[in-house]
């Protein structure tokens, strides 16, 4: 393996994308340049400011322009990218669903933070969760090395000719985004040699081949067909999502997969989790492990495509399945990460009693005692001879 | 299920857990983002983070630092700080700035007065205070109130996660590429200063 000793920086989560953004140096960068944006763009655009990369820069009037220019840069046959966040990636949801039925091989990057209202600006996963059914693979990054090398592997991932899938990574807003934390850099050459050239596939720009994109596809054209074919590729995007990690740990000396599992061969409870709160959950686990508790860990890498057989496989064995969900999906049965390992789960037998748990909304912190107390259900649960209650389970709700 | 802040979360061996309390534009999170790279540079791991709020100058702020000898998986604020530095002495009457603390904290105020002088005047019981005149060391050697770096240089003192040294040379190197030398040069007589001058029990 062809580790890089690189020196270790300290950066915030965004400056640690923004550097990722400049070795990768799409051709071309359309952001709205102000908020809800994240510093993300603002970097970037110091970046082309200074001469440091080649992009085009385009700042648009709105976040739903700003997706629209991404579409028709990527259309026109340029390698395109863009970054967003909360209200920002509300407003450009329904060009959201043009990118993904076009194939563009786009990259966003989405800090993770509430949507309004009341007005909150804080860290929670409910402005990418509610665009988990828009077509785009989504990968969710842990720490500031993950949102780094995620927003690399995303260029190979949209662009890998088995799929063509637009790809969103993400980090969590201000808990990741604007902490200081470790990186770890590929030089550029690595990162340039990794994604390789970009080729367009039928660009709008080749005058020579002309086609047209978005046309009308009414009653009797193949708008249903499209969209399996668009079910297939998320389906292939599984293996292709490994394959580039593993190619990427070959360069990098750090290798991820689909999900993380943690201390869950002999588990008898787990909790499977999203984004920064899988380290203090992974701490957590540690300490009950010490006590001998038998307790385990999910983290969530890829949602969409969700890896169902994975996780069965995961945790079939498991007594007790604890999923804390970020965001919560209103009159559902639990959040959309409960909703997704449940059914993963239906076909297993035997298979774990899984409860929902809701936490973080809107910036709310997340203790390791809240999540001692989750995982003190699970175990209350495993030994009771009764079948629990499945009703939301709220961690570090104010009582007062 | 909320949380009740109690001590029943002991810190991990190796890990240094700091609370900043200061006002917008006394440069706590700058302090809290300079003692993460001076960990770097020891070849320590590192968090800095503030709690985000309204982002108005004078507003009491709250920023966060850990250092560790192991990678730091915790994302979450720190309850229980072993250090707690304060920018404004104005702040102690207004915030607990030991919530959470154990005991045997180590509790650093920027002010003029002796620690005998600051727990007579502010009513302060417990903890172990530290005192040190930030904002006049800064005047008299930046020219500037801002009282972040001075409170790097008493921290660095008591606390000796860093040597003195280091911090110096770190500060010309990082400072060095950003600002004058003029501006660099104060800085470190900010720190060096607050280093010999700040006040024990």
Partial sequence: MATTESEILAVTGNEAVAEAMGQIDPDVVCAYPITPQTEVVQLYAQMVADGKVSSEFVTVESEHSAMSAVIGSAAGGARTMTATSSQGFALMWEVLFIAASYRLPIVMTTVNRALSGPINIHCDHSDTMGGRDTGWIQLYGENHQEAYDNCIMAVRIAESMDIRTPTMHMYDGYVISGAIGPLQMLTKEQVQTFIGPYHATNPMLDTKHPVTVGPFDGLHGWYFEHKVSQNRAMDRALTVIQDVADEYAEISGRQYGLLEEYCLDDAEVAIVVVGSTAGTTRMTVDKLRSQGVKAGMVRVRAFRPFPHAAYAKALEHVKVVGVMDRADSFGAQGGPVFLEVRAALYDSDPRPQILPFIYGLGGRDIFPDNIEQAFAVLQKAAQSKKRTSTERRYLNLRDD | ????????????????????????????????????????????????????????????????????????????????????????????????????????????????????????????????????????????????????????????????????????????????????????????NAITRSYEEVKGE
């Fill in chain 2, 1 to 188: 299920m909320a949380t009740k802040t109690g001590t029943k979360q002991k810190p991990a061996a190796g890990l240094t857990e700091i609370r900043w309390h200061g006002r917008g534009g006394q440069g706590a999170v700058t302090a809290a983002k300079m003692v993460a790279e001076l960990a770097l540079g020891q070849k320590k791991y590192f968090q800095a983070f503030p709690e985000y709020g309204p982002e108005r100058s004078g507003a009491p702020i709250v920023a966060f630092t850990r250092v560790s000898n192991e990678p730091i998986q915790i994302y979450a604020g720190i309850e229980h700080p072993q250090i707690v530095v304060v920018l404004d002495p104005s702040l102690l009457s207004i915030v607990d700035v030991t919530k959470g603390a154990p005991a045997d904290a180590i509790v650093l105020v920027n002010s003029e007065m002796t620690p005998a002088e600051l727990r007579k005047h502010y009513h302060l019981e417990g903890f172990h205070y530290y005192t040190i005149a930030a904002t006049r060391i800064a005047v008299e050697t930046i020219k500037r109130a801002i009282p972040n770096t001075p409170m790097v240089g008493a921290l660095t003192r008591i606390t000796g996660l860093f040597p003195i040294d280091e911090v110096v040379a770190f500060l010309r190197a990082d400072f060095g590429k950003k600002f004058p030398p003029k501006v660099v040069e104060g800085n470190i």
